[in-house]
Every structure is written in C-alpha cells, then in structure tokens.
Nanobody
Framework: QVQLVESGGGLVQPGGSLRLSCAASGFTFSTYGMNWYRQAPGKERESVAGISSASGSRSYADSVKGRFTISRDNDKNTVYLQMNNLKPEDTAVYYC?????????WGQGTQVTVSS
C-alpha cells in the first residue's frame, strides 16, 4: 500500500536548521510531484515547497524563500526539506504530499518546534 513516512522533525532553537525526509513506497515515486505542507495550531494547512517529478522545477512559499530547500532522490524514493535559519513562526506539523493528475497521498506528519 501507499506509504509516506516523514522523519527529521524536532525541537530547535531560532536560527537553527533541520532536515526533513519523506520516504515513499507503494507508488511510482518518480512520476509524482512532491510537496511539503505545514499546519500550525489553530491555522489551516499551507503549502511550503514543491518539486516536480524530474526535479525540473521547485516552488516555495514566500515565507520560506531563501531559507528552505526542497530536493528529491528518485533512486531512494525520498524527498527532503532542508530548513535553515528557522524562526518560531515555522513551528508546525510538517506533512509530505505526493500529487499526480488529481491523486494525492499524505504522510502522517512530523512536528517541528522552533523555540529558545
């Protein structure tokens, strides 16, 4: 069955870095666009970053541009989110998403907390 398993979340001080990973299985990973979303307490889920199936294009929310980098390894069926210069407002549950032709798969999420 389809699985998206996020890892790499945790507690980090402002200005610190984390690298999230999302390991995919059960579908043809290389043909799907991959995305990271996040949801903070009391807020709606929002898109953070996306990468096309062949890594030809990337997109970022304005709030994370210049700080976050999305990448993927189609040989390892894994997508990454490198997060630098983290801010308290980045605190949220981060979700991995696979999307193709209207089909969407979601991971269970990983908590990122930015606090001193």
């Amino acid at each position: 069955q389809v699985q998206l398993v996020e890892s790499g979340g945790g507690l980090v001080q402002p200005g610190g870095s984390l690298r999230l990973s999302c390991a995919a299985s059960g579908f043809t990973f290389s043909t799907y666009g991959m995305n990271w979303y996040r949801q903070a307490p009391g807020k709606e889920r929002e898109s953070v970053a996306g990468i096309s199936s062949a890594s030809g294009s990337r997109s970022y929310a304005d709030s994370v541009k210049g700080r976050f980098t999305i990448s993927r390894d189609n040989d390892k069926n894994t997508v990454y989110l490198q997060m630098n210069n983290l801010k308290p407002e980045d605190t949220a549950v981060y979700y991995c998403n696979a999307a193709r032709l209207g089909r969407n798969y979601w991971g269970q999420g990983t908590q990122v907390t930015v606090s001193s």
